[in-house]
C-alpha cells in the first residue's frame, strides 16, 4: 500500500511540476516577479497537501517567531526532496536557492526555475563560484530575497553528515546579513533518492538567527553546523 501511495504521488509531482511550470513561464513574459514567487508557493501548496492526502506523511513546525522581516541566508538540513517542496511555504515566499546548474537544464522545470533567481553553481569550478554566490547572493538579499543554501552540498541520509562548505557563511560576513539555520528530520520518512513515503509526521524546527556582527566565516558557519546537527539529532528518527 506504501508503494502504490507513493507512486500515486510521484505522479502528481511530475504533473503539478510540469503545469505550474508551464505557467510560471507564461507569465514570467509579464513584468511580474512577485506572482511568479506566488506561484511557486502554491505548488508546495498543492504537494504538501497531495503527500498529506495520499501518503499520510504532514509536518509541524517549531521555531516560527524566529522567522525575521528583513532577507535573510537561510542555512539548512538536506535530507530529501521534501524541503526543496516544503520551503516554498513555509519561508517568505520571496526566495532565490542556491542549485547546481544542472537543475536549470531540465526542460519546464529548470526553465521555470531561473525565473525565481536563483543562483546556479557550477561545483567543479571551485573558487570562481564562491564569488558569483557572493555578488549574486548579495544582490539578492539586497532585493528582498532570503537566499537558501543546503551547506552540505547533497542529499544526506539521516544520522550522518557532510562537511558544511562555507560559501554560506561568507555571504553572510560579507552582506551582514544574519544566517537563519532550519534543521528536520524528513529523510526518516522520504529518503533521498526514494520512491518511498513513509506516513509520520515531519519536524521542522527553525533557530534563532546567528547574527555575522564581528565575526569571522568560519565561525559563523561553526555555529550554524553545531546548531543544526544538534538540533537533528533531538529528532524523532522513526
Known amino acids: 500500500m506504501i508503494f502504490f501511495r507513493s507512486l500515486l504521488y510521484q505522479i502528481v509531482l511530475v504533473l503539478s511540476s510540469l503545469l505550474f511550470s508551464i505557467a510560471m513561464l507564461c507569465v514570467s513574459i509579464l513584468p511580474a516577479t512577485k506572482l511568479l514567487d506566488r506561484l511557486a508557493k502554491y505548488w508546495g501548496h498543492t504537494n504538501l497537501w497531495a503527500l498529506k492526502i495520499l501518503c499520510g506523511l504532514s509536518y509541524r513546525v517549531t521555531g516560527l517567531e524566529h522567522l525575521p522581516k528583513e532577507p535573510v541566508v537561510v542555512l539548512a538540513k538536506h535530507q530529501s ?5 516544503a520551503f516554498w511555504v513555509l519561508l517568505p515566499e520571496h526566495q532565490s ?3 547546481k546548474q544542472e537543475l536549470t537544464r531540465i ?6 526555475l531561473t525565473r525565481c533567481r536563483p543562483i546556479a553553481i557550477d561545483r567543479s569550478a571551485g573558487r570562481r563560484e564562491i564569488t558569483k554566490l557572493i555578488q549574486e547572493g548579495t544582490e539578492r538579499l539586497n532585493a528582498g530575497r532570503n537566499v537558501i543554501i543546503f551547506p552540505e552540498g547533497t542529499r544526506v541520509a539521516p544520522g550522518t553528515h557532510h562537511a ?5 557563511a561568507l555571504l553572510a560576513e560579507r552582506s ?3 544566517i537563519l539555520p532550519i534543521a ?9 533518492r526514494s520512491l518511498m513515503k513513509r506516513p509520520g509526521i515531519i519536524d521542522v524546527v527553525i533557530g534563532p538567527l546567528i547574527e555575522p556582527a564581528g565575526r569571522k566565516a568560519t565561525k559563523i558557519n561553526a555555529l550554524a553546523e553545531e546548531w543544526i546537527e544538534k538540533t537533528v539529532a533531538k529528532l524523532p528518527t522513526e
Open 81 to 85: 526532496a521534501w524541503e526543496t517542496i
Open 107 to 112: 526542460p519546464f522545470f529548470g526553465w521555470a
Open 97 to 99: 536557492w542556491v542549485l
Open 184 to 192: 528536520h528530520n524528513a529523510g526518516v520518512f522520504w529518503g533521498r
Open 164 to 168: 558544511y562548505g562555507v560559501g554560506g
Open 176 to 178: 551582514g546579513r544574519p
